[in-house]
């Protein structure tokens, strides 16, 4: 059944508001038709849900084809609201027709339906931009491929439908088929990994740097500048440099990239991301606490002081390069504390907080080694602002993440375990009354190597390019 008809031409961007009294869309049947031409053929276009209050989310991404009709699901995760509009860019002329299958009578409140194209010539030059000259195909090189988090990369866009590695770098073991090094992936067509040197970046529109920090600045300053970059590395996450040669015991490379550089927390700075072409991805235990604690600090709900995040790290988190420290011996059977007052992540935090509250935020964060491969936990201790309540907490995280694919709050009294985001990019939230009155507990969990690193970076590079965001992303938890 239809519910929705817009006739437009190139260049309009206009609502049409079709009501439909007594109805409500099933999400799991609402599918967008559309059926016309493309001025930029070959290219990817993009559907988009824009909410009441202005958000726009990425709903669909197709290609741009001649055809005389495609049927495009949307997203259902962005679709659990009443009121929304889509639409659809790319230099589209035609019809789009919003079809639910499964219409049916409701009790609830009436339902407005919008729909729109929005295809003015600047979005058309900006699509043809990013995604390179007339490839439907992004081209990308992954830089240390032969690494953990560039191995997570390489997992991760063996289900991407757009993206295909042209290049891939390593260091020691350049010159290794990348089967022989991480052979669980062994059965993708890959290019060989070469050294940085030698690597063609003629064939190559995005890359995912995956080098250790230090390393990072100049290897990404010699580049070619067309290039969109999604460094995983700390190198540019800090804004102030100073702070950076403090913190890393190293003077910094890349001034000017660190001005370009934009903080990849994809929930909370999307539409910069979107619009970026260097992304400093954000480090696993930053990621893990600021995607709690920034809401609360810019909605006033908890105090700015005390502060205190007591976080659990896999051993994957500190890479596959050999240390005694990370030895079986060293790390199985037991646990500890490192890096106490002065790891490198508490300027990052730091600055990540103090920038929602609009003044100076400290914290005390302890990381713990943990005898698991993979995951991250964060406790979070908080005072909460006079007259707040954990319901408040609780609910006020509700809101924040409802339309979010990747952050969940869970149900009231339910624990996070590490073991319920393991391979994917989820992060898990709850709230806990503390004993104390006044006081709250927040948990958070991660996978290091996805939300923490790879799968975040990936969420940052489909913004980038235009895609929605979580395309190459559908992994289920691995459980148990
Ligand atoms: N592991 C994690 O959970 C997270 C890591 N990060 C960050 O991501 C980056 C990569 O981490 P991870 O994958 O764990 O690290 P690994 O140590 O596992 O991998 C590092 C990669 O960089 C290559 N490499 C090392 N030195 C050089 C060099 N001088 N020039 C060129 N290539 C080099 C290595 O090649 P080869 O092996 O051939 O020598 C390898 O491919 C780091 O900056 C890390 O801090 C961020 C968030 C989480
Ligand atoms: C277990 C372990 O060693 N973890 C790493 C953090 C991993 C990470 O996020 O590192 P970057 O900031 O370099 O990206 C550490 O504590 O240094």
Redesign the pocket.
């Known amino acids: 059944m239809r519910v929705g008809v817009l006739e437009t031409q190139r260049e309009q961007t206009q609502l049409q508001v079709v009501k439909v009294p007594g109805y409500l869309i099933q999400k799991e049947n609402w599918q967008l038709m559309v059926d016309g031409s493309w001025q930029q053929s070959g290219r990817t276009g993009m559907a988009y849900v824009l909410f009441e209050d202005g958000a726009k989310s990425p709903a669909a991404s197709f290609l741009l084809i001649p055809e005389k009709q495609k049927r495009l699901r949307i997203s259902s995760v962005l679709l659990q609201r009443n009121m929304y509009s889509v639409s659809v860019d790319g230099g589209f002329a035609g019809k789009v027709t919003i079809v639910d299958k499964g219409l049916k009578k409701c009790r609830s409140s009436p339902v407005c339906v919008r729909a729109s194209v929005a295809s003015t010539p600047l979005r058309a030059k900006n699509q043809q931009l990013k995604i390179g000259n007339s490839e439907k195909t992004v081209r990308i090189g992954v830089?240390?491929?032969?690494?953990?988090?560039?191995?997570?990369i390489v997992r991760l866009l063996a289900n991407h439908p757009y993206f295909a590695i042209t290049v891939m770098?390593?260091?020691?073991?350049?010159g290794?088929p990348f089967g022989s090094?991480f052979p669980h992936l062994n059965t993708q067509e890959l290019p060989n990994?070469v050294?940085?040197k030698d690597a063609d970046f003629s064939d190559v529109d995005a890359v995912f740097?995956?080098?250790?920090?230090g390393?990072?600045q100049e290897?990404i300053k010699g580049l070619p500048e067309q290039l969109k970059v999604v460094d995983?590395?700390?190198?540019f996450r800090l804004k102030n440099i100073a702070e950076y040669e403090e913190w890393y015991g190293q003077p910094h490379k890349a001034p000017i990239l660190q001005e370009e550089a934009v903080y990849g927390l994809t929930e909370i700075y999307r539409e910069e991301i979107e619009n970026a072409r260097l992304v400093a991805?954000?480090?696993?235990y930053p990621t893990s606490i600021q995607l709690p604690l920034m809401p609360l600090i810019e909605a006033g709900l908890i105090e700015l002081s005390n502060i205190i995040i007591d976080a659990k790290?896999?051993v994957?988190?500190?890479?596959?390069?050999a240390k005694e420290a990370n030895l079986y011996t060293e790390i199985a059977e037991g646990m500890h504390s490192y890096g106490i007052t002065k790891h490198r992540h508490v300027p990052e935090i730091e600055q990540g907080l103090s920038g929602v509250a609009n003044s100076k935020v400290t914290v005390s964060f302890t990381p713990h080694l943990m005898p698991m491969s993979?995951g991250?936990q964060s406790t979070i201790y908080v005072k909460m602002a006079t007259g707040v309540t954990t319901d408040d907490l609780y609910h006020h995280l509700i809101a924040t993440y409802e339309n979010e694919e990747f952050v969940k709050v869970l149900g009231k009294g339910v624990v996070p375990h590490t073991r319920h985001v393991r391979g994917s990019n989820y992060c898990l939230l709850n709230v806990f009354q503390d004993r104390i009155p006044g006081r709250a507990i927040i948990i958070s969990v991660i996978d290091?190597?996805v939300k923490?690193?790879s799968g975040q970076a990936l969420q940052n590079l489909n913004l980038m390019m235009g895609f929605p965001e979580n395309t190459g992303l559908n992994y289920q938890p691995l459980f148990p």
Not at 209 to 213: A, D, E, K, N
Not at 316 to 321: F, I, L, P, Q, T
Request: glycine share 18%; with cysteine; net charge positive.
């Open positions: 830089l240390g491929a032969s690494g953990y988090t560039g191995a997570e770098t390593a260091d020691r073991k350049a290794q090094v990994m050294a940085i740097c995956c080098l250790p920090h390393t990072t290897i995983l590395s700390a190198d991805n954000p480090g696993c790290s896999g994957s988190g500190a890479g596959r390069g993979r991250m290091n190597l923490g690193a």
